[in-house]
């Protein structure tokens, strides 16, 4: 008789001391393990409730402007830099980490417009509603010293918006025509118009540094070479463009924020229509800036609200928004890719995390382990409803809850319009447009 | 391989040199190549020695242990799928296929074998005694043959923990007993002063579930009174369905009752109208109960139906027991005319059947598919019973009373037998898993791992709305019709959005709105998209008419040539 019984050493199985950690065995013969993908399924819907119960974006509100602030400027060295100008003035620079502001001074008189930090991250510009573009340095003046800035130009009109070249001397402003600036000089190098129109912003290509967009108050956006001395084209749309901003991975693609409140996401070399409509904004969207990774921008709006959008999808993924929050001017995504700040109406410069649900600072390893297993499970079960309807939720202020669902009736009735005119008119005399070629009216080389 | 023959050496030096000459322009290639790709090559590689590498590439896995780990057939490329989906299916199917070499791989490690029992040349298994085992095996396995003598409150009902370090005993008249068994520790001892009908483990070893004569009974590990619950009344038989925290039970006014353990809620009552329910199993892939009746029918239950899911008619005379394997694929039964049954529960279609002199009353899978059956004092197990036709049994053994429970230890060698005179604890080798899954049931878990796995297990509790017969259905595409989509359309919305409007002639004055004309203005309206379809179809229809007939003329015109049968054309 041959015979063999089951006889563990539990030696093998349980740890020496107390010091150690707790011996776990493993056996993935999937009969041992039933249930698999339930049992995902209910970890993948406990992860999308934990991200919602986690999803506290807000994280400082920096106050002491004495105006709302009208414009923001990353530093181009230091992640924790931030400078901003407000309405009556006044600049600051802020220290993010320590949530302070550690420099305060009087640049203008009136407005600061635009405002741009060098490339080498040791001086930036301003530009003003008193006529000017003053060049500041970044360090704070000694003990004593004046606030002076180191350089002084005087324009002939007022200027709207300020953007610096990446590597040269070179500024660009816009006002009523756009001016190509050499840092030394008191002259532009290049001006340019195309028709009778203002300027509302004006931004250099970060990768084709040649290149510039603007948006000017014809509705229109013009895209430059600057080594050229006529424009090269533009696309008239609909409704008026406020900012734009160029994807910084893609840089061929950009997005400008309009008036009828969306944003449109265009192909540079071919306007004809724009890639990507993105909706959701109730009210004017006034700015947008990009992640830098390129995959999502950040909106800023009249509706009080920000919100993110994934450069390819038609409506937002988040909404940032809180009570004492009113007209978002300005918003601003962080070097890094984890955070966003906000100016707005009612003085304040807010700081939220790019993704909501994130936990800052570090993670042990097996926390990050436990996050991306989660992260690939949400993945996985996006499409059930359940999961679905838990992720995709959000709470919104009760007028803009209100208003979408009015804007939405609203287009629903316009659609239907159009179907019943085209159904009683002759076939082929009422083609159907796009959503995105209703906006674009002409473009012009 | 056949020894190499003295003609075929030649041949074999031709092709070695062939290979060297085919090697020698490989390795002129550039030597940016990923490291992937040299590792996939293998043989090319040598040692400083100057000797190839004897076994070249990574370790072959062999194809069984594979498909041990397969979950899914590789999804079929149509021609026409999205790019973007055609790379996603192809990432995934390539991670996924990782995974499975993975575990295969793995598998080879796994640090213990199973057991196995052989007898010498005409000798056959089951005539080897329990002593004689146990003797012959080492003193820790040795120890885990014994019997208990209850003979005052028997016949007893077992129950082994999920881990298998714990036994739950039940006496019929009202004795409660809770044993670590291999350390032979006495957790608790109780008399319920009422008959007992089954006792089961809740999810840990701290508390345990008792049908007693009028309600279901929670206790601690104590013997505590934890609960009574009176919603559950007249309990026979009880199930605990671990992942979904069930805890199901039968009961002899044929009502079959599904109980939350982890909320304490009912979660459902089925009626089943078919009598007293004393023969009950469940199915650990899917957890469906499987209910027994005297009519000879299996019925196969879950607690989000009224009626049952599965009718079989299994038996002629009433169903002793019922028994279903790990995997799902089997299910075993025995019935009063003294058979036993082997059926495949994918196809509801009988496999084998068995005749028994005596018929068995109980029956017990272990995890690796040994059978065992009591036949009134006699405890025979069988093995391969699905496979191969099974004409004698692995074991037997006769205990002093009739067995009234059993049931596999898992990952144990070990069967226990509640029988009337106590409690009978056997050794058959080959029964249990040999390699747990120190996450899921650690039977050396300390207290502190078991409170994580409790938080964890409960935090991924299965709802019961998800028990259906095919477990993975969760992960599979739903492909519900349009008519399906549009009706929970409809019923989320409240109102139809596909629906027409009705068609109301405006009210005209001058006699113009008679009955008549109302129906002769509805009649231009009516059928409206339809007549668009037709007028369409007809269009293009005699589009391609007229555009074949341009082209016959064309090529009529080119040839020159006219066929007698060119007469039938249209």
Wanted: net charge positive; hydrophobic share 35%; glycine share 6%.
């Amino acid at each position: 008789m041959k015979v063999k019984v089951l006889s563990r050493n539990p030696d093998d199985y349980v740890r020496e001391t107390k010091l150690d950690i707790q011996r776990v065995p493993r056996n993935y013969d999937p009969t041992l393990h039933p249930f698999e993908v339930n049992r995902e399924y209910c970890r993948a819907l406990n992860a999308t409730k934990l991200e919602r119960v986690f999803a506290k974006p807000f994280l400082a509100s920096l106050d002491g402007h004495r105006d709302g602030v009208n414009c923001m400027a990353k530093h181009t060295r230091s992640l924790s830099t931030l400078l901003s100008g407000a309405c009556d003035g006044e600049v600051r620079v802020w220290d993010l980490t320590k949530r302070e502001c550690v420099r305060t001074l009087q640049a203008h008189e009136g407005f600061v417009r635009g405002m741009v930090v060098r490339f080498c991250g040791t001086s930036f510009f301003t530009a003003g509603d008193d006529k000017t573009i003053k060049q500041w340095k970044m360090e704070a003046p000694g003990y004593g010293e004046e606030e002076e800035p180191i350089n002084t130009i005087l324009g002939k009109t007022v200027f709207t918006g300020l953007d610096h070249h990446q590597k040269d001397n070179v500024l660009a402003t816009c006002g009523q025509q756009v001016d190509i600036w050499d840092e030394q000089r008191s002259s532009p190098i290049r001006s340019f118009t195309w028709g009778v129109d203002s300027f509302s912003s004006v931004r250099f290509n970060p990768v084709e540094t040649e290149l510039l967009a603007s948006c000017a108050s014809d509705r229109s956006i013009v895209l430059y070479d600057m080594r050229e001395s006529a424009p090269l084209k533009k696309v008239i749309m609909t409704m008026r463009s406020n900012t734009l901003c160029w994807n910084p991975m893609e840089a061929y693609y950009f997005t400008c924020a309009n008036e009828d409140y969306n944003l449109y996401t265009y192909d540079m070399r071919y306007l004809r229509q724009p890639v990507t409509v993105h909706m959701d904004h109730v009210s004017a969207v006034l700015d947008v800036d990009y992640s830098p990774t390129g995959k999502d921008f950040v909106s800023a709006s009249f509706d009080k609200t920000i919100r993110i959008f994934p450069k390819d999808a038609g409506h937002s993924k988040e909404v940032y928004h809180t009570k004492r929050m009113q007209h978002v001017i300005c918003v601003k995504w962080s070097s890094d890719s984890k955070y966003v700040l906000s100016g707005s109406d009612e003085m304040n410069i807010r700081l939220w995390k790019a993704n909501a649900a994130e936990k800052l600072g570090m993670l042990a390893p097996r926390e990050r382990a436990a996050v991306n297993y989660s992260q690939k499970l949400k993945e996985k079960f996006q499409h059930h409803p359940q999961i679905r309807r838990i992720a995709h939720h959000r709470h919104l202020p009760k007028n803009i809850y209100h208003e979408t669902k009015e804007l939405r009736t609203m287009k629903e009735a316009r659609r239907r319009k159009e179907r019943n005119v085209r159904k009683h008119s002759k076939p082929g005399s009422v083609p159907v447009v796009s959503e995105k070629e209703k906006h674009v009216v002409t473009v012009l080389k | 391989m056949p020894p190499v023959r003295y003609w075929q050496e030649n041949g074999k030096d031709e092709n070695q040199a062939g290979g060297d000459g085919g090697k020698a322009p490989q390795q002129k290639e550039p030597k940016t190549k990923k490291r992937k790709q040299e590792e996939a090559k293998g043989g090319g590689k040598k040692f400083i020695s100057g000797k190839p590498d004897p076994f070249p590439g990574p370790a072959p896995i062999p194809q069984d242990r594979l498909d041990k780990f397969k979950r899914k057939e590789t999804i079929k490329k149509r021609r026409k799928q999205h790019y973007k989906l055609k790379d996603m299916i192809s990432r995934s199917e390539e991670t996924s296929q990782m995974a499975q070499k993975q575990a295969a791989r793995f598998d080879i490690l796994l640090p213990e074998d199973a057991g196995f029992l052989e007898g010498e040349e005409e000798e056959d298994t089951c005539t080897i005694s329990q002593e004689d085992i146990a003797d012959a095996v080492d003193i820790t396995s040795g120890a885990k043959y014994f019997n208990l003598k209850l003979s005052q409150f028997g016949p007893y009902r077992v129950d082994y923990s999920k881990t298998g370090r714990h036994l739950l005993l039940g006496g019929r008249r009202g004795h409660v007993a809770c044993v670590d068994w291999q350390s032979k520790q006495l957790m608790c001892e109780i008399n319920v002063m009422e008959s007992v009908n089954d006792v089961k483990w809740l999810h840990t070893e701290t508390m345990y579930a008792v049908a007693q004569k009028k309600w279901l009974y929670i206790y601690d590990s104590n013997g505590i009174e934890l609960h009574c619950i009176r919603k559950f009344n007249d309990v026979l038989r009880m199930q605990f369905l671990p992942y979904h925290f069930l805890l199901a039970t039968a009961s002899a006014t044929g009502f079959l009752q599904y109980l939350d353990v982890s909320v304490g809620k009912e979660v459902a009552a089925i009626c089943t109208k078919t009598g007293r329910l004393d023969v009950m199993c469940q199915n650990p892939r899917n957890a469906i109960i499987h209910l027994g009746h005297s009519n000879g029918t299996v019925t196969l239950w879950s607690p989000n139906q009224r009626e049952a899911l599965v009718k079989m008619l299994c038996h002629r005379g009433g169903v002793r027991s019922v028994t279903v394997d790990k995997s799902g694929t089997y299910m075993l039964t025995s019935g009063m005319d003294k058979k036993l049954k082997v059926y495949d529960i994918r196809t509801f279609k009988p496999l084998n059947s068995y005749f028994l002199p005596a018929g068995a009353s109980c029956l017990s899978l272990s995890q690796r598919g040994l059978l065992s059956a009591a036949t009134g004092d006699i405890v025979q197990v069988y093995r391969d019973v699905w496979s191969t036709p099974v004409t004698k049994p692995y074991m037997a053994h006769r205990v002093r009373g009739t067995a009234w429970g059993l049931q596999f230890c898992p990952f144990e060698d070990v069967l226990g037998v509640g029988h009337g005179d106590g409690f009978t604890s056997m050794l058959v080798p080959g029964a249990g898993e040999p390699n747990f899954d120190g996450l899921d049931a650690n039977p050396y878990r300390s207290v502190k791992q078991r409170q994580e796995w409790e938080v964890k297990a409960l935090l991924e509790k299965i709802q019961p709305e998800l028990i259906t017969l095919n477990p993975n259905e969760l992960g599979q595409v739903d492909n519900a019709t349009f008519t399906q989509r549009h009706q929970d359309r409809v019923t989320a919305l409240g109102f139809d959005p596909l629906a027409k409007e009705k068609f109301v002639p405006r009210f005209k004055k001058k006699g113009r709105s008679s009955t008549g004309s109302i129906e002769k203005r509805k009649k231009k309206v009516a059928h409206e998209d339809l007549r668009d379809v037709i007028r369409e179809t007809v269009e293009d229809k005699m589009k391609v008419a007229k555009e074949r007939k341009e082209k016959d003329l064309k090529t009529g015109v080119s040839s020159g040539t006219k066929s007698a049968l060119d007469r039938f054309k249209k």
